[in-house]
């Protein structure tokens, strides 16, 4: 195996369910060492998220890949000493407890840093360590809710949509990833010293709602939901097949349209009036809408998609699990890995990705039992005696 590209940085994770969790994992993908601490005897609560087999979360075991577990209780003085002295020896520190948790356990950004000058410490929250609403308790729900991406999901005659998942947790993870080893690039080729990232869950999505705030102050215009199309190129939807499968097209440039135009054997569309160019398919897309999903309808899956690659659309089918395990493309980019595990056998997952081409990421384990990591963290890591980890299991400190 190669040297994965961040073997040698030291994580510690003391956040719970996907955001911070988010974070981490794409750290340990990448050769990171994470050890998520845990709450002993509940541990995170994502342990107890479902789909579960055998009584173990499925959630847990892909997103805590990779991560060590170790438990500690962070409300107990001599629990938060340990904590001091685990990150006295790492790089990066990722939380997501309500603002002001860390600083009334006595473990604020000053005594941290005072530990250890060149630790990087990720605060992720619902809104922030600033601002009126920052101790407001806050899920991605109502990140999700309060982005202003809530508002334009969904279809214009019916009520705003939430995602089928944790979408700002997720989007806000990544960017923690991101931000960490931005922090970490400059204290190893800057002033040599740690900061702190201060990062909400509404505003990662908030950011990528590129042109709804000037829409609305230039133009005067609320962005409205508009289902599967998007509001400013055409043709652009969901269409279903005759044999009932579901396919997506994107003809948002002139070529495209062409192309879509020849795959339906419908060279008229491109010099009609309604359709010669993206201004009038947006005026007239309901009828443009209404000639694809009739060409579509008339046709099964297979040769529908045939005919759209012959002619070079932007096209694809609407996958579920299902298809997308029986699909060639996915098994050739080795997208689905599966990882041995004690408690389950083997856990099907999610590739690393991105792939680099000279220090790739690599998965060793799915996530662990609780505490699992206890002794090689506690007696490996900062040298406690046998006796001493004994002592601390039996005062419930671990």
């Not at 340990?28 to 342990?47: C, H, N, S, T, Y």
């Not at 938060?80 to 520190?93: E, P, S, T, V």
């Not at 869950?201 to 908030?206: Q, R």
């Not at 396919?247 to 349209?257: G, K, L």
């Given at each position: ?159 705003p949509l939430l995602p ?113 160019t993206n201004a009038a ?118």
């Amino acid at each position: 195996m190669t040297t994965p590209p961040l073997q040698g940085l030291l994580v510690l994770d003391l956040s719970t369910i996907v955001s911070g969790g988010t974070t981490t994992a794409v750290l340990a993908d990448f050769g990171a060492r994470v050890i998520k601490v845990e709450q002993p005897r509940a541990g995170d609560p994502l342990r107890a998220w479902g789909p579960v087999k055998d009584g173990v979360s499925l959630w847990w075991k892909v997103l805590s890949r990779n991560k060590e577990s170790i438990t500690l209780d962070l409300r107990a003085a001599r629990g938060q000493a340990l904590l001091r002295a685990l990150a006295a020896r790492a790089d990066i520190l990722v939380e997501n407890f309500r603002p002001g948790t860390l600083e009334r356990w006595g473990l604020g950004p000053d005594v941290l840093e005072a530990v250890n000058p060149r630790l990087v410490l990720v605060r992720i929250s619902g809104f922030g360590q600033t601002g009126p609403y920052r101790d407001r308790p806050g899920f991605g729900t109502i990140a999700e809710a309060m982005s202003g991406y809530v508002a334009s999901s969904g279809f214009p005659d019916g009520p705003p949509l939430l995602p089928p998942m944790p979408l700002a947790d997720a989007v806000c993870g990544l960017l923690g990833a991101a931000a960490a080893l931005a922090a970490i690039h400059h204290r190893d080729h800057g002033d040599g010293r740690g900061q702190v990232i201060d990062l909400s869950l509404y505003e990662p999505l908030f950011r990528l709602l590129i042109p709804m705030v000037p829409q609305y102050v230039l133009l005067g215009e609320v962005a409205q939901r508009s289902g599967n199309r998007f509001p400013g190129a055409a043709p652009r939807n969901l269409y279903q097949a005759g044999d009932g499968a579901w396919v997506a097209v994107s003809a948002t440039s002139q070529r495209t349209f062409e192309r879509l135009a020849q795959a339906m054997d419908r060279p008229d569309l491109p010099t009609d009036p309604r359709f010669a160019t993206n201004a009038a398919r947006i005026a007239h897309v309901d009828a443009l809408d209404a000639i694809i999903q009739e060409w579509m309808r008339a046709r099964p899956l297979e040769e529908v998609l045939r005919r759209l690659a012959d002619a070079g659309a932007v096209a694809g089918p609407v996958y579920d699990a299902r298809r997308i395990l029986e699909d060639p493309h996915y098994r050739a980019r080795d997208d689905i890995i599966t990882v041995a595990d004690d408690e389950l056998g083997a856990v099907p997952m999610p590739a690393v990705i991105p792939r680099f081409s000279r220090t790739p990421g690599q998965v060793a384990f799915a996530g662990p039992p609780l505490g699992a990591h206890n002794d090689a963290v506690y007696g490996g890591l900062l040298g406690l005696s046998r006796e001493e980890i004994a002592r601390l299991r039996q005062e419930g400190v671990i």
